[in-house]
């Protein structure tokens, strides 16, 4: 140890839980959540004040965006180039952000998830609605701290003359916690505010009104409105997000699935990959081929299906197994005071529109002071117009400008500033008309003072000034919703998606099977010749032909004592002479097995159904067995044992009764019993 140097003992557990601590408040306030007011993490928000440092404004040519990196970088922010530029590239991107903050020219990504280009090759400036985020900063409206060095001061937060955090929304990891705050709309959510500002009373559900749901920059479908009530009241909500599609039919009849919008922050080219990948493993059939048409003008995802496919199933299992349908999990969480803090909407906009006001307050107290200060000094000049003789004798017979100041002073009761201000007038402004022009001015700025002394004395005028410039903002900048809203989406499944109509089913006795609409058979008039009603292989024949609904469920028996089940829409449909569909390729059926019997069950909810219904099922042997329906309640997909079948036994028959029926079985040698 050298001399002077003295070694302090300290507990290491304790010194781990303050750094721990100075760290995680570290992570909190200077990286990973954004301010309530502007909405804005430090680095968005240096990104911003460096690019105004440099003038790149919206009216301003581009500037190379290392220049800007390097400005940013170097005043304001020291840590890695990397973190400032894919920062700047992500407030340009306008599948990213709802209203983007910078304007960028050259290759900055895309929604397949390409990385932009380096920083030395594209260019940037502000967009004109990120100049709204800045505006009056110079009036003294908000804190300024000193930057890393101390060589500057940076903003601690803007002066955010739009709601940015509600606008764009937010997303970070921080120690411990976590933000995921979602986009809407600017017009809703000015109308919101205004509303707010109106009645600070108002509910949430009065708000809901004016601000309907969050809106994505990539469009979608947002499925039901209960995520969206729980995330406005409390911070937390699962909001889930569909993309935009729609089933079209081809000259020859020929359907295809077509995606226009697929969900926020879903990487489209991954989606499309991982679609192929789950057709391929046949998790998804009825798919034949996949591309991507997606061009300047707009996304297009087309799935091309197969004859036999039924549309708006294949589109269900899109949304059920790909990320065309994803959950957007709400998580408010934003600094108050330096505090994270969870918010719902009407707090969000609370918490802004106190922003704002002391922004506004702030504002006319800075103009004021600079009127004040000008009204002061065209007093002196006035006065000495008024006196212009005395002035000039005076003037002319000083020997020094310092003596020439203090004798204005003493002479005409005049401040050091209005002294300094005639000495500095120059001759034309001793004419007749410029005295005019200085009454005029001088007039006009006391009415200005006035007015700003009666806004810092009256809350309601503020308030209404408040409400003007959120309307401003709305004229300016003011769009239609991207994300179209279901309230009852999340109640939608599969079978809501299909009509419920009667289908005429037809099994073969090798097993093929199809569905055919009603409409396909004309009613038989009198002496009528019919028409053909299935065509199958020589060896084959129609063995079960009935009527069923779309929505009921075939339960199938094999021959070895298997029950599998089968919605009737998801049998293929067909025209009357197709041969259908083998049903080994709807069901898991092994190969050494067949279906003996099928059920037609209309409802497998129904308590009551279900508990006053049997299955009856005997097999060549004589053993019989009686299960009620609700045991078949539970769908599997692989099936389930509904009877024990010996290796000499096969399953022969199975009806479906209410309990009420007389049941007969008779064997080839013409004996017989009943069970009633």
Known sequence: MADGEKIIKINIEEEMKSAYIDYSMSVIVSRALPDVRDGLKPVHRRVLYGMQDLGVYSNKPYKKSARIVGEVLG?????????????????????????????????????????PAAMRYTEARLKKIAEEMLLDIDKNTVDFSPNFDDSLNEPTVLPAKIPNLLLNGASGIAVGMATNMPPHNLSEIIDGTVAYISNKAISIAELCQHIKAPDFPTGGTIYGFSGVKQAFETGRGRIVLRGKAEITQNAKGKESIIVTEIPFMVNKADMIRKTADLVNDKKIEGISDLRDESDRDGMRIVYELKRDAISNVVLNNLFKYTALQTAFNVNNIALVKG????????????????????????????????AEKRAHILEGLLIALDHLDEVIALIRKSRTPEDAKNGLMSSFELSEEQAKAILDMRLQKLTGLEREKLKKEYDELMQTIEYYRDVLSNETLRMDILKDEMLEIKEKYGDGRKTDIIHSGEDISMEDMIADEPMVITISHLGYIKRTSVSEYRTQGRGGRGSKGSSTRAEDFVEYMFVASTHNYLLL???????????????????????????????????????KAFINVTDLKDDEYLDNNFIVMCTRKGIIKKTTLKAYSNVRANGINAIGIKDDDSLLEVKLTNGNCNIVIANKGGRAIRFP
């Open 75 to 115: 005043k304001y922010h020291p840590h890695g180039d990397s973190s400032v530029y894919d920062t700047m590239v992500r407030m340009a991107q306008d599948w990213s952000l709802r209203y983007p903050l910078v304007d960028g020219q050259g290759n900055y990504g895309s929604v397949d998830g390409d990385s």
């Open 339 to 370: 505090r994270p803090q969870m918010l719902n909407l009407k707090e969000m906009i609370g918490h802004y529109v106190d922003h704002r006001h002391e922004v506004l307050v702030r504002k006319i107290k800075y103009e004021l002071e600079q």
């Open 557 to 595: 028996f094999t021959e070895k004592g298997k029950c599998y089940w089968l919605k009737v829409y998801q049998i293929p449909e067909g025209t009357k002479t197709s041969k259908g569909r083998a049903i080994q390729n709807l069901i898991s059926l092994p190969a050494d097995d067949n279906i």
